[in-house]
């Protein structure tokens, strides 16, 4: 539910907490994906779970900049030919928190200054409701304390483009049944996500609300929220409220599938519990669906801060992905924005977990992948098979949907794990010659990455059964912006076997490679290109990102540099090496090699110093 987006990355998406723990150093500048199943985890000492949140709070804001950059690219694009009629929106609003909170005389001392809760949010609270809101936001990674005291059917601002209020809907639209899907989520979310889908969703149109709930542990989601339940149901006999209940996590994909097995209704709409629904989001989504019943569609998500619960304004983007499946968000295409209207659907190579499609025409493309596990990947799935089988995917701008976006994900303390077990699973069966590119992005060996995947034979023969396109076929008419990264010929750790270090691309910002320890993660990621050119530090999925070169900047200069390949180009630097493996590595241009001498890098007159890179993908 991010992309990062999900920065998402956009985001994508489409797009954070621990996603960014495991993830930073695998990508940059994504939104990932906030659409999440939540999983318990047993914290054994809150105090050391309050010290890795803390230390993760420069890491998100960081993103966060990012994730405004997106945002700022997006509104520049949005605004272009915008009629002058148009109202300029507010980029944060907020729903006021409630007097007894917000109304103190005096500020009390911040009994958790270090906490992501308390950098912008609690300044009045006593030291006791400190106390209880740091402990609820352990828990659960956005601030139930305030959720608690806020009105269940709080008023949403209106952040649609003003071309939406013009539109009229069919009045013969499909009915349809909302799922939410939850795991351990906080009572207080749950209730107000029902109370804004019933107070939002005309009764003609909302047939059924299935509740999914994936084994949870929390009492009050037992007792408490089937009272609530009942009284809904009282207040509303013509809709019906089903449970399902798993007796063991089972994970989000198959909760979704839960979910789609219950419902009876024409259209599905499979949402996350921590969402609120604005004011028509069901209309646009299901005049698309209605049109056209092989559309999987999407609302435009704005986002609800973890610690104020403020509402950030997104502008509509498409929901994309790098070659980790992380999601994130990005532009529509130039001709999208050529027609200058914002309120029109823009299609997307993906989505970011929360869908709205025909029932039917869902479970005739196979539904989701239920071998997915935990968290991560299916949603990429999804999209490459709806696209390469017959449907498309669409972002629907009159449709709005708040989500939080989580500090943390208290069920998961490394969500690469499953991640990346998920992203092998979808490049096995959907991603034909172009599989491999998962196992670069993880930095996994070339052929052989031993991690159990499950059996994949299934859904390979549901592709074979719907005559799917090649993902050849994607890259070039869904996602051209998605690198094909078929031109590297070795890729991971680079070592000097003489002095046994490691390159690595140094402190970021700046320019300056280094010789460190070998550690092969992130900053130490290297990628030999055919062209000659040497990668560190990462390699970009998209076309329009430029990549860090190693360059031999010149002159009497002995000191290697870092820069954007263009940029390196454009001074005049070499950024071309010829490497055997084994061997040493020698400038093209300037004929100096790259050694180690006293534990620093240095471009020098070549002594035969010898480096190995970890992968080869072919012979070179």
Not at 547 to 562: A, F
């Amino acid at each position: 539910m991010r992309a990062v987006w999900f920065k998402r990355p956009v985001v994508a998406l489409l797009g954070t907490g621990l996603l960014l723990y495991t993830g930073m150093f695998l990508r940059s500048g994504h939104e990932k994906s906030e659409n999440e199943l939540d999983f318990p985890r047993t914290v054994g000492n809150v105090s050391d779970l309050q010290a890795r949140i803390s230390s993760l709070y420069d890491a998100l804001k960081t993103f966060e900049k990012k994730q405004d950059a997106i945002q700022k690219l997006l509104d520049e694009n949005s605004n272009r030919g915008r009629d002058g009629a148009r109202v300029n929106m507010p980029a944060v609003l907020k729903e006021e928190p409630s007097a007894d909170i917000q109304n103190k005389e005096k500020k009390s001392q911040k009994v958790f200054p270090e906490s992501a809760l308390f950098k912008e949010w609690g300044d009045n609270l006593s030291t006791d409701d400190q106390r209880e809101a740091q402990g609820l936001f352990l828990k659960y990674g956005y601030n139930v304390f305030l959720s608690d005291r806020l009105p269940l059917d709080r008023a949403l601002p209106d952040t649609r483009d003003p071309r939406c209020l013009k539109k009229r809907y069919p009045e013969d639209l499909p009915s349809l049944a909302v799922v939410l899907i939850y795991l351990n989520e906080a009572l207080s979310i749950i209730k107000r996500a029902l109370r804004s889908i019933i107070d939002r969703t005309p009764k003609k149109l909302l047939r059924e609300i299935i509740l999914v709930d994936d084994n949870s542990s929390n009492e009050d989601l037992k007792g408490d929220l089937d009272l609530y339940v009942r009284s809904l149901e009282l207040q509303n006999p013509s809709l019906r409220i089903k449970r399902v209940k798993h007796q063991e996590q089972r994970g989000l994909a198959f909760a979704r599938i839960s979910g789609w097995g219950a419902a009876t209704s024409d259209v599905v709409a499979i949402l996350d519990a921590h969402i609120e629904v604005h004011e028509m989001w069901a209309e646009p989504l299901l005049t698309q669906i209605q049109a056209d019943r092989t559309v999987v569609a999407s609302p435009v998500f704005d986002r609800v801060n973890f610690d104020d619960l403020k509402v950030v304004h997104y502008q509509p983007a498409t929901h994309a992905f790098d070659w980790a499946l992380w999601c994130m968000y990005e532009t529509f295409t130039p001709e999208y924005y050529s027609l200058n209207d914002s309120s029109l659907p823009g299609k997307s190579p993906s989505v970011m977990g929360i869908l709205v499609a025909d029932r039917k025409f869902l479970g005739e493309i196979g539904l989701l992948d239920g071998g997915m596990k935990v968290y991560g990947g299916e949603n990429v799935e999804l999209g490459i098979r709806v696209w390469t089988c017959g449907g498309s995917i669409e972002v629907v701008p009159c449709s709005k949907i708040a989500h939080i976006e989580r500090f943390h994900k208290p069920y998961m303390p490394d969500l690469s794990l499953a991640m990346k077990r998920n992203a092998l699973r979808v490049a096995d069966i959907w991603m034909d010659e172009y599989k491999h590119n998962i196992n670069l992005a993880w930095n996994l060996p070339y052929e052989n990455h031993n991690i159990d995947i499950g059996d994949t034979s299934e859904r390979k023969l549901l592709r074979e059964r719907l005559n799917c396109k090649p993902f050849k076929w994607y890259l070039e008419n869904v996602y051209p912006m998605l690198d094909p990264w078929d031109h590297l010929l070795a890729y991971g750790g680079m070592k000097n076997l003489d002095k046994n270090m490691c390159l690595d691309q140094g402190p970021v910002p700046g320019h300056t490679p280094i010789a460190y320890h070998c550690f092969y993660y992130g900053p130490q990621f290297t990628y030999y290109q055919t062209s000659g050119e040497l990668y560190i530090g990462g390699l970009k999925s998209h076309k329009y990102n430029d990549n860090q070169c190693l360059t031999d900047i010149g002159s009497k200069e002995t000191v290697p540099g870092l820069y954007n390949c263009k940029e390196a180009v454009q001074k005049g630097m070499g950024i071309y090496w010829d490497f055997t493996q084994g061997k040493e590595l020698k400038n093209r241009q300037t004929k100096r090699c790259l050694e180690i001498e006293q534990g620093q890098l240095i471009i020098q007159e070549c002594s035969g110093q010898r480096w190995e890179i970890q992968h080869i993908i072919k012979a070179f």
